[in-house]
């Protein structure tokens, strides 16, 4: 079946730092790819997605490319700052997000001013 | 955005008892919704998928008559664990379907979240 694999955490960077966050998949077919974020107290957030091989999915500094040649779909931010400590997800779906979706365990990061 | 909510946020009850879990979206009607349960440190196992006015879709290996769902109306759908055991103890997570998202200037399809219920069987 379907699977996401994603670096554990919980990762620690200083502030301006540059973020990467590894996430590679198992699939079947073409399916989407999504990167979600998880404030503290809050519901899961679409931070960015793409849909078909090469695409890349940008919002608030991040971006992320669909690579199908590699199956990854890896986060990154050139400079974080403190307010993005979060959890990230990576997942994956099919019918561009209709379906129910299968994430990764989940990436702590932690920004020290 | 869309909002999701869920009610309660936290649950603790005892063994043998049933627990309802509600999921609302707050500002779009959602023929879908998703259920999913996360343990800790692990990642979110989609559940079921709930369509409004029929049976919902269970995943692989989950109980239909341990853990029902209910979608009566296009802003609710509920789960009600049946008989909770403390190996039903668990972060459960809904998120709804906004497939008008693309017409109000979001995205076609996208899934919004709810908050999460924890829920402790003792």
């Known amino acids: 079946g379907d699977s996401v694999t994603q670096m554990e955490g919980p990762v620690t960077l200083s502030e301006e730092a540059f973020l990467t966050i590894n996430c590679t998949y198992t699939a079947t077919g073409y399916p989407s790819l999504f990167w979600y974020v998880q404030y503290p107290g809050e519901g899961l957030q679409l931070l960015l997605k793409?849909?078909?091989?090469?695409d890349k999915g940008s919002n608030k500094g991040f971006e992320a490319t669909y690579r199908k040649e590699t199956t990854s779909f890896h986060l990154e931010k050139g400079s974080v700052q403190v307010s993005d400590s979060a959890v990230y997800f990576c997942a994956l779906g099919s019918g561009g997000g209709a379906d129910g979706l299968t994430f990764g365990k989940g990436t702590h990061l932690i920004i020290q001013p | 955005g869309a909002v999701v909510s869920q009610h309660p946020s936290r649950v603790i009850c005892k063994s043998g008892t049933s627990v309802k879990i509600e999921c609302r979206s707050l500002d779009f009607q959602a023929t879908t919704m998703f259920w999913y349960r996360q343990f800790p440190k692990q990642s979110l196992m989609l559940m079921a998928t709930s369509n409004e006015g029929s049976k919902a879709t269970y995943e692989q290996g989950v109980e239909k008559d341990k853990f029902l769902i209910n979608h009566a109306s296009l802003t609710l759908s509920t789960l009600t664990v049946t008989s909770a055991h403390p190996e039903d103890s668990s972060f459960y997570i809904c998120?709804?379907?906004?497939?008008?998202?693309?017409?109000?200037?979001?995205?076609?399809?996208?899934?919004?979240f709810g908050p999460g219920t924890r829920l402790t069987v003792l």
């Open positions: 793409a849909t078909k091989a090469d």
């Open positions: 998120s709804a379907r906004d497939l008008a998202g693309g017409a109000r200037g979001g995205s076609y399809n996208e899934q919004f």
